[in-house]
C-alpha cells in the first residue's frame, strides 16, 4: 500500500505530537510517567525520551523522532520546541497552498496530474526552504540578531571568564524546562555550585564541562528513598563499591593502580607448567607466597597505603594488604579507571617478572580514603589531588524513588553537553549579492593597493597562510601542488592575496619577515572560521623556519601570483562587506557564550527580522518561505504564554517586544533567565532540515515483509 | 538468528489522576495501609496462589514487598515508601497513608497542580523548620543517662506491629532485651566518633518468647555430635585464635590460565595435603586455640588439630566473617604459607550454649561490640514479624544515636503539628509574596487539605469506630471509645492522649478532630515535670518521620504533576 507523502499527513502526525509534547513544555510543563516493559517506571519531561517511549507506528512520525534524535545527539536540548515549530511550519505551509490549490482546481487538471504537480510544487518549497537555511538565516542571524545577543562571559576582563549570575540564569532557565517544579531551583542551584567548585581556575570551564560530559556515570551517586533536598555536592571521587580491605590511614597518602593480579600465577595463558615431582609444585608454590609478600612489602615500603585494582585480587594478595595495611578496592570498571587517569594522570604499574626491587613512579597522593555509607551502602571516597583543570567533586542526588533520581541525573548530563556546545563558537557562512559593474576587477584591485597592514584586517587567515609558509620550504613542486588543492577550494583567494606585499619587486626580503611577523602576532586571537584539518597541521611555524624559507617565499610568491592573475574571478572572502564584489561569501561566527533573554526573545527578534527582509526581497518564494518561518517560530513564545493573562499575555508581550525593536530601545524581558542562541539556531536549522525531508518525500510505500528477509539477504551477498 | 520484532506502540493517557480506575485503585490502597496502621491496626494475609508461605503481617516493608502493583501511578507511590522504608525501616505506614491522603484531598480541592505543588512545598518547609527548632512543642531531646526515653521507644515500635503477637509482659521483655543488644553494640572507649557493632539475630523458632534472650559474642550453631567432640580445653586468660578465610580443604588454588602438565605419579593432593600439615603444624607450635575457617577444613587437618588440641571449626560462612574478625581481632588469612604473628587474635573464653533443640558455640569476646539476639516465637510467620521489628527497633535506637531526639508518637505529633500549621497561615494571612504564585484562598485550601490529610494520619490510629478529639491546649490526640455517650464529661471519659504526656484532668478543652475549628497557638514548650514522671510514653523515631515526612510530601507533588502516563506495552 502507498500513501501519499503529503504535508497534510504530516501535519496531522505533528499535531498530535503537539499535543503530547506542549504539555510538558517550558516553566509550566508537567512531567510524563513511563513505564518500561521491564516494569520500570521512569519520570521525565525530556522530550527526546517521551517521544522514544510512545514507539510510534507511523512512518512519518518515526521519521520526525529520528530527526529529533539525531538533533539531540548533536545539542541535547530542544526536542519539543522542535516539535512544536515544526508543527507550526506545516501548519503554515497547509494554509499557504490551500489557497493556491483553489487556483490550481480552477484550471481543470486531472486528479492525478494535479497530484504530481502538487508534488512538484513541493519540490520547488524545499528547494526554496534550503536556500533560505543557507543564505538568509545565516545573514539575518549575523547582521541583524547579532547586536541583541548577550554574553555569558563577564565584559570587565578581556580573558574569557565567567559570570557566576549569568551561568546561575541560564542554568535556571534550563532546569526549569527539565525538572519539576519544586525541584528546578534547588537542581540549578547544585549544578552551578558543582560546576564552580569543580574549576580550577576562571578559565578552565571548557575541559571541565568536557570531562564531566564524559564521565557524568562515574561523577554522581543516586541515592533513593531520601528526600530530594539532602542531595548534596562532596569534594573527591567517590567510586561506585565498597573496599575490599580498608585500613584507615593518615596523613602521607600513596596510592598505586594496577591491572593484573599481583599474585603470580603457575601459568600464563598461551603456556604450559610442566610439573615433574611433589616437591616442584611446593617450592613453586612457596616461591609464589613469597613473591607476593615482597611485592607488598615493597608497595608498604614506598608508603603506598592504597591498592586500586582493575581485576579480583586472589585471597593471599587480600591477606598480605590487610597485614601491611594497605587498602584495597578491586574490580573497578575501566571507566572508573579512565577517570581516575584523567583527574590525576596515574597510570598502572608494571609488575617485573623476578626483580624484587622495582620502581613504582606511577604513583599519586591522595588527601584521603575513607569509606562513604550513603543509604546504608557503602562507597570508597577519595580526595584526590587533580593534575589537570577539573578539581574533582560528586554529586550525591537523592529522592524518594528511582524514576526522579534518573530524571534529575539526565537533567544534569544535558546541562552540561548545553554548556559545552555554548563554549563552542558556531559558524554562519552567507553570500552577499550585490551589483557591482566592474566585480571582476576588483579583487585584483584591492590587492595591489594593500599593503601588509591589510593583513590586520583579514587576521582570520593567517593560520592557513603559515601553512602555506612551511610548505614552501619542501620546493617548488610540492608547491605547486598545494596551489593545485587551494584553487580547487572554495576559498583560495585570500592565501594568494597575502602574498601579494612579498611578491612584488620592492619589497625587501626583511618586509617579508615583518609580514611573517605579523602573521604570527595576530595567530593567538581565536578566529575559527576554515575547518580544514590538513592546512592546520602544519601550522606550527617556528621562526627559524620562517627565515631559512625567505627567499623561497618570494620566489614561491611570483608563482601563485601567475596563478592568481590568471584566475582573477576568484571569489574572495573576507569579513569585512563593503567591498564590491558579485558573490561575496560572509564567514562570520556566533561567538561563543552568547545568550538572549529566555521567554521567546529569540523567535520574536527573529519573526520581526525576518519579516523586514521578506518585506524587502523581491523574490516571491524566498519571501514567503521567510514569512512563514518567520510567523512558526511565534508559536513557542505562544505557547509558552498560554497560562498568562493581562499584561503577560503573548499579545501584550509581543506587541512591547515590536515597539521596543521599532524604536530602538532595549527589549525588557519578564522572565529572569538566560539561553543559549547557537542552541535555539542549531534547532532552527535541524527543523527546516526535517522539513525538507519531509516535503521530498512523494510516496510512502508501505512493505509487508518481515525485516528480517533483507538481513538474510547481507548476508549471503557478504559470503 | 535474531528475531526482529516490530515493537508494539505505547499506550498515552493523558490527565491520569482524572481517570476513575485510578482514584479507585488509590482508594483501595489507601485502604489496606490504613486499616495496618497502629497498635489496634487489622493484619493482612498475604497468600500467592502459586505457592509459597503466607505471611501475615500489618508492616509496610512486609506488605509492600509482596504486593504485586500494577498501575504505574501505585507503583510509585509503592516504590517510594519501601525506599524509605529501606532508609529507616520506620514510618512506611505513615507516608504511605499521608500521601495518599494528600493527593486525594488536593484533588478535592479542584486547584491548579502547579499551585498546589507550591503550596504543599511551602507547607512542608514549615513543618521541617518547625520540627527543626528549639521551641517544638513535640519533641523530647534524649539524654543517654536515662535509659527510660529510648525503652518507650524500642516498646512504642513493638507494640506499634500486632502481627508480632506479644503479650504485655513479652513486649517488655522483648523491649529491654533490644535495647540491651543495642547497648552492647556501643564500644566502650570511644574516639572522636563511634563505630557502632553488631546485633546478630540468632533464630529459635518454636520457642517461648519469654526464653529470648541476650548474650554478648557470636553464637555459632553447630550439631550436638560435633559439641560432643570438642575436648574441653585448659584455661587460661585468653584464647588464640586463627581465622582463615582462604578454603583449607586441600584443592588447587588458581592455575592460571595456561595449561599445567603433571607428570605420571606425581600427586598433588598430596602435596597440598602435606602442605596443610606444615600449615597445621605452624598453628600448633604458634600455641594456636582455635581456629576457624569460612569454608571447609581437610579431615586429615582437623583430626591432626584436633589430636594437638587445637579446636577447628570450619564452614563459618562469609555472613559471620566480618563480626568474627571484629571481635576476636584476626586478620582472616588467605596464605596457606607461612602466617604471620600479627593476624592471630584472642576470645575471652569459649562455651557451647544449648537453646531449645539447637546447640551452639559460644565466643565470648574481650571486648563487646558484638552479641547474639536469641528470639524464639510460636510460628514461623509470627517469627519473621518480631525479627522484621526488632531489626527496626536496633535501626531507630541507631537513628535516634545520629540525632539524639524523639518525636511523640501515639498521633500527638500529627495533630500538634497540623494545629501549628493552621495557626502559622492563619497569623501569616496578610503577609503573602506578591510573585508568589498563589492568592489567598489558595493558600487557605491547600492549608485545609494538608492538615486534615496529617490529622487524617492521626485518625487511623483507631479502628474500633471510637471519636477522635483534640484538645484546644496541646493540640494533641485523644480518642474515645466507641458508642460512648453522648452528654458526657470529657475529663471523665477520657484518661492519657495518645503519646500520654497529658492527663485529662488537666483542664483542657476538647474539640472533635473532624469539626472545624478556629485556628489556635498550640503550646509549644514541653512541661519538663511531666517528662520526667512519665515513664510509658508512645515515641517516633525523629529523622525516620521528619524524612517519611517529607518522601510523603514529594511523591504526593510527583503524582499531582503528572500530565501523562505512557506505558510501554512490549
Not at chain 1, 560530559?213 to 567510586?239: A, K, M, Q, Y
Not at chain 1, 593518615?250 to 610442566?274: M, W
Not at chain 2, 480506575?21 to 490504613?34: D, E, M, P, Q, W
Not at chain 2, 561490640?369 to 516465637?377: I, K, P
Request: overall charge neutral.
Amino acid at each position: 500500500m502507498a500513501a501519499a507523502g503529503s504535508v497534510k499527513a504530516a501535519l496531522q502526525v505533528a499535531e498530535v505530537l503537539e499535543t503530547i509534547v506542549s504539555g510538558c513544555v517550558g516553566p509550566e510543563g508537567r512531567q510524563v510517567l513511563c513505564t518500561k516493559p521491564t516494569g520500570e517506571v521512569l519520570l521525565s519531561r525530556d522530550g527526546g525520551r517521551l517521544l522514544e517511549a510512545l514507539h510510534l507506528e507511523h512512518p512519518l512520525a518515526r521519521m520526525m523522532v529520528a530527526c529529533v534524535s539525531s538533533h539531540l545527539r548533536k545539542t541535547g536540548d530542544g526536542a519539543k520546541t522542535f516539535i512544536i515549530f515544526l508543527c507550526h511550519l506545516l501548519r503554515g505551509l497547509h494554509a499557504v497552498t490551500d489557497k493556491e490549490k483553489d487556483s490550481l482546481t480552477s484550471k481543470n487538471i486531472q486528479t492525478h496530474g494535479r497530484y504530481w504537480k502538487n508534488c512538484c510544487q513541493w519540490k520547488f518549497i524545499s528547494q526554496a526552504l534550503l536556500t533560505f537555511q543557507t543564505q538568509i538565516l545565516d545573514y539575518v542571524m549575523d547582521q541583524h540578531l547579532s547586536r541583541h545577543f548577550l554574553s555569558i562571559f563577564s565584559s570587565s576582563t578581556k580573558e574569557r571568564t565567567l559570570c557566576r549570575s549569568s551561568v546561575e540564569l541560564l542554568l535556571g532557565a534550563y532546569f526549569r524546562g527539565r525538572v519539576g517544579r519544586n525541584n528546578h531551583a534547588f537542581i540549578s542551584q547544585l549544578m552551578c555550585d558543582y560546576f564552580f567548585k569543580c574549576m580550577a581556575c576562571e578559565s578552565g570551564f571548557e575541559e571541565v564541562c568536557e570531562l564531566v560530559d564524559d564521565c557524568f556515570v562515574e561523577l554522581n551517586v543516586g541515592v533513593t528513598g531520601l528526600p530530594v533536598s539532602d542531595s548534596r555536592i562532596i569534594p573527591g571521587l567517590v567510586l561506585h563499591r565498597d573496599f575490599s580491605v580498608y585500613c584507615p590511614a593518615d596523613g602521607d597518602i600513596r596510592i598505586v593502580l594496577v591491572t593484573e593480579t599481583i599474585q603470580p600465577l603457575f601459568s600464563t595463558s598461551g603456556t604450559e607448567f610442566i610439573l615433574n615431582s611433589e616437591e616442584q609444585f611446593q617450592t613453586s608454590q612457596f616461591w609464589i607466597i613469597e613473591r607476593t609478600k615482597v611485592i607488598m612489602q615493597h608497595l608498604q615500603s614506598q608508603n603506598v597505603k592504597l591498592l586500586l585494582s582493575s581485576v579480583k585480587q586472589p585471597d593471599l594478595v587480600i591477606y598480605y594488604a590487610r597485614l601491611y595495611s594497605i587498602s584495597v578496592v578491586e574490580c573497578l570498571s575501566s571507566e572508573e579507571i579512565s577517570v581516575i587517569q584523567r583527574i590525576i594522570s596515574l597510570y598502572p604499574i608494571v609488575l617485573p617478572q623476578a626483580s624484587s626491587q622495582f620502581d613504582i613512579s606511577n604513583n599519586a597522593l591522595v588527601k584521603f580514603c575513607k569509606p562513604l555509607i550513603l543509604r546504608s551502602k557503602r562507597y570508597v571516597h577519595l580526595g584526590l589531588i587533580s593534575t589537570c583543570l577539573f578539581i574533582p567533586h560528586c554529586i550525591v542526588l537523592c529522592g524518594p524513588v528511582q524514576g526522579l533520581v534518573k530524571q534529575h541525573e539526565d537533567a544534569l548530563h544535558g546541562a552540561f553537553k548545553m554548556l559545552q556546545q555554548l563554549f563552542k563558537d558556531l559558524d554562519l557562512s552567507y553570500m552577499i549579492q550585490v551589483s557591482d559593474q566592474n566585480y571582476a576587477l576588483r579583487p585584483l584591485i584591492y590587492k595591489n593597493t594593500t599593503e601588509s597592514n591589510h593583513l590586520l584586517e583579514i587576521g582570520s587567515i593567517q593560520r592557513p597562510n603559515q601553512g602555506t609558509v612551511v610548505e614552501n620550504k619542501d620546493g617548488l613542486a610540492e608547491t605547486q601542488r598545494h596551489v593545485k588543492i587551494y584553487s580547487n577550494m572554495v576559498v583560495p583567494s585570500v592565501e594568494l592575496e597575502t602574498h601579494i606585499p612579498c611578491a612584488t619587486p620592492k619589497v625587501s626580503p626583511t618586509d617579508t619577515y615583518q609580514t611573517d611577523e605579523t602573521l604570527r602576532c595576530l595567530s593567538p586571537h581565536k578566529t575559527k572560521i576554515i575547518d580544514d584539518p590538513d592546512l592546520c597541521i602544519e601550522c606550527n611555524s617556528t621562526n627559524s623556519t620562517t627565515e631559512n624559507s625567505r627567499l623561497e617565499i618570494s620566489y614561491e610568491n611570483v608563482k601563485i601570483t601567475k596563478i592568481a592573475g590568471k584566475g582573477s574571478t576568484f571569489p574572495v572572502r573576507n569579513k569585512s562587506l563593503e567591498m564590491g564584489t558579485a558573490q561575496n561569501y560572509c564567514f562570520s561566527s556566533i561567538p561563543a557564550g552568547c545568550v538572549l533573554p529566555v521567554g521567546g526573545n529569540f523567535e520574536i527578534l527573529l519573526n520581526y527580522y525576518l519579516l523586514n527582509y521578506a518585506k524587502k526581497c523581491q523574490q516571491s518564494e524566498i519571501a514567503m518561505v521567510s514569512t512563514i518561518i518567520a510567523n512558526a517560530v511565534l508559536g513557542i513564545p505562544k505557547i509558552l504564554y498560554k497560562s498568562k493573562n493581562g499584561n503577560r499575555s503573548f499579545p501584550q508581550v509581543y506587541i512591547r517586544a515590536l515597539h521596543a525593536l521599532q524604536t530602538n530601545q532595549p527589549m525588557v524581558s519578564i522572565h529572569t533567565g538566560l539561553e543559549s542562541v547557537s542552541g535555539r539556531y542549531q534547532l532552527l536549522t535541524s527543523v527546516l532540515q526535517c522539513l525538507t525531508k519531509i516535503l521530498t518525500i512523494d510516496l510512502v510505500i508501505d512493505i509487508k515483509r518481515q525485516p528480517q528477509e533483507i538481513y538474510d539477504l547481507d548476508s549471503e551477498e557478504e559470503l | 538468528m535474531a528475531r526482529l520484532e516490530a515493537k508494539k506502540p505505547s499506550l498515552c493517557k493523558s490527565e491520569p489522576l482524572t481517570s476513575e480506575r485510578v482514584r479507585a485503585t488509590l482508594s483501595v490502597l489507601k485502604g489496606i495501609v490504613t486499616s495496618c496502621y497502629g497498635p489496634s491496626g487489622r493484619l493482612k494475609q498475604l497468600h500467592n496462589g502459586l505457592g509459597g508461605s503466607v505471611c501475615t503481617t500489618s508492616q509496610s516493608s512486609a506488605l509492600l514487598a509482596n504486593l504485586s502493583v500494577t498501575h504505574p501511578i501505585l507503583k510509585i507511590l509503592t516504590t517510594s515508601v519501601q525506599n524509605h522504608v529501606s532508609c529507616f525501616s520506620d514510618c512506611g505506614l505513615v507516608t504511605a497513608i499521608l500521601c495518599c491522603n494528600l493527593i486525594e484531598n488536593v484533588q478535592k480541592t479542584g486547584l491548579t497542580p502547579s499551585s498546589a505543588i507550591k503550596l504543599n512545598k511551602h507547607l512542608l518547609n514549615l513543618c521541617t523548620t518547625y520540627l527543626r527548632s528549639k521551641d517544638c512543642g513535640c519533641l523530647i531531646p534524649v539524654n543517654f543517662d536515662n535509659t527510660q526515653i529510648l525503652l518507650c521507644l524500642v516498646r512504642s515500635v513493638l507494640t506499634s506491629k500486632p502481627a508480632c503477637m506479644l503479650t504485655r509482659k513479652e513486649t517488655d521483655h522483648i523491649s529491654t532485651l533490644i535495647l540491651r543488644a543495642f547497648l552492647l553494640t556501643i564500644p566502650e572507649n570511644t574516639e572522636d566518633h563511634i563505630i557502632l557493632g553488631k546485633s546478630i539475630i540468632v533464630p529459635l523458632k518454636g520457642q517461648r518468647v519469654i526464653d529470648s534472650t541476650v548474650l554478648p559474642g557470636i553464637l555459632i550453631q553447630m550439631s550436638e555430635v560435633q559439641l560432643m567432640k570438642i575436648l574441653p580445653i585448659k584455661k587460661s586468660d585468653s584464647l588464640k585464635v586463627a581465622l582463615f578465610h582462604a578454603s583449607l580443604s586441600g584443592d588447587l588454588s588458581d592455575a592460571g590460565e595456561g595449561t599445567l602438565v603433571v607428570d605420571y605419579g606425581v600427586c598433588l593432593e598430596n602435596a597440598v595435603l602435606d602442605q596443610l600439615l606444615n600449615l597445621g603444624r605452624q598453628l600448633v607450635s604458634d600455641h594456636v586455640d582455635l581456629v576457624m575457617c569460612q569454608k571447609v577444613i581437610h579431615p586429615s587437618l582437623k583430626q591432626f588439630l584436633n589430636m594437638h588440641r587445637v579446636i577447628a571449626i570450619d564452614r563459618v560462612g562469609v555472613a559471620l566473617m566480618e563480626p568474627l574478625s571484629k571481635v576476636t581481632g584476626t586478620q582472616p588469612i588467605g596464605s596457606l604459607g607461612s602466617i604471620s604473628p600479627s593476624s592471630y587474635g584472642s576470645v575471652k573464653d569459649l562455651r557451647t550454649a544449648k537453646f531449645g533443640f539447637k546447640s551452639f558455640f559460644h565466643l565470648i569476646p574481650n571486648e563487646v561490640t558484638v552479641c547474639s539476639l536469641l528470639l524464639g516465637n510460636r510460628n514461623d510467620t509470627a517469627w519473621d514479624e518480631l525479627k522484621l521489628t526488632c531489626q527496626t527497633a536496633l535501626h531507630v535506637l541507631q537513628l535516634t544515636i545520629k540525632e539524639p531526639c524523639v518525636l511523640l508518637g501515639g498521633g500527638c505529633t500529627e495533630t500538634h503539628l497540623a494545629a501549628y500549621i493552621r495557626h502559622k497561615t492563619f497569623i501569616e494571612r496578610g503577609s503573602i509574596p506578591k510573585d508568589g504564585g498563589y492568592t489567598q484562598t489558595e493558600l487557605q485550601l491547600i492549608t485545609e487539605a494538608f492538615c486534615t490529610a496529617l490529622e487524617s494520619v492521626a485518625g487511623s490510629l483507631e479502628h474500633d469506630g471510637g471519636e477522635i478529639l483534640t484538645d484546644m491546649k496541646y493540640g494533641h490526640f485523644w480518642s474515645v471509645q466507641a458508642d460512648s455517650p453522648s452528654v458526657v464529661n470529657w475529663p471523665d471519659l477520657l484518661s492519657r492522649c495518645g503519646c500520654g504526656l497529658h492527663n485529662s484532668q488537666e483542664e483542657l478543652n476538647w474539640s472533635f478532630l473532624r469539626s472545624t475549628r478556629h485556628p489556635f497557638a498550640p503550646q509549644t514548650c514541653l512541661p519538663h515535670e511531666t517528662l520526667g514522671s512519665a515513664n510509658n510514653l508512645t515515641l517516633d523515631c525523629f529523622t525516620a518521620k521528619l524524612s517519611g515526612l517529607q518522601v510523603a510530601v514529594e511523591t504526593a507533588n510527583l503524582i499531582l504533576d503528572l500530565s501523562y502516563v505512557i506505558e510501554d506495552k512490549n
